[in-house]
């Protein structure tokens, strides 16, 4: 067994987001019960790539990690390997993924197209481009609807598809309706009646 002083990466340690508390336990459970059956992947340098939590959850209840050293001949070689390892291990949310690509697009500058980049995370180019447009202009609450897998991504686009649309969930929140909010999100109202509501009430109160 390979014993070394650990690296971490912010990039690589920051490119996904944490587990659960739940998930979390669930895996320490697991280490626990079972060892580790999944190596920490490292580079040369002792850099994690791939094993994070695994790393965390050793250390905590005091087990020598498993390691496997990897060693690959360009530093975007190697970033690509720590993608991969954790798209195919990982049950990444929609969510995840969008935030992965918005990453990779900026790691390759250009040097690969959205149908590419829409390949290594897992999605249809088209579930890309509404993720990115529900990322760039959702209000946070839509955003933290398709977090937490309350929605899916087509049905927070459709809740975007207009500035009235946007302007009247922002407004919902400022008043902190999460009645009505509750309601649009489980389809047992219209934005679109909503909209007409509170354009309304606009208008009345105008002197």
């Excluded at 999605?123 to 946070?140: E, K, Q, T």
Aim: proline letters at 3%; one cysteine or more.
């Amino acid at each position: 067994m390979i014993t070394m002083d650990f690296k971490i990466n912010p990039e690589y340690s920051g490119m996904f987001r944490k587990p659960s508390e739940e998930a979390l336990s669930e895996i320490e459970n697991s280490i626990r019960t079972c060892g580790q059956m999944y190596p920490i992947l490292v580079n040369r340098n002792g850099v994690v790539l791939d094993g994070h939590t695994r790393l965390d959850i050793c250390k905590k209840i005091g087990l020598t990690p498993n390691v496997e050293v990897k060693d690959f001949a360009t530093a975007e070689e190697e970033r690509v390997f720590v993608i991969d390892a954790n798209v195919r291990r990982r049950q990444l949310s929609q969510y995840d993924k969008i935030l992965l690509a918005i990453e990779l697009s900026k790691m390759y500058k250009g040097k690969k197209d959205q149908i590419e980049i829409a390949n290594i995370v897992g999605m249809s180019p088209r579930s890309l481009r509404r993720g990115l447009r529900v990322n760039r202009i959702a209000p946070d609450i839509v955003k933290d609807w398709v977090k937490n897998g309350e929605i899916d991504l087509h049905t927070a686009d459709t809740l975007i598809t207009s500035d009235r649309n946007i302007d009247t969930i922002n407004t919902l929140v400022k008043q902190g309706d999460y009645e009505t909010l509750e309601k649009i999100k489980n389809d047992k109202i219209s934005l679109a009646y909503v909209a007409t509501v509170v354009a309304r009430k606009e208008d009345s109160s105008k002197p």
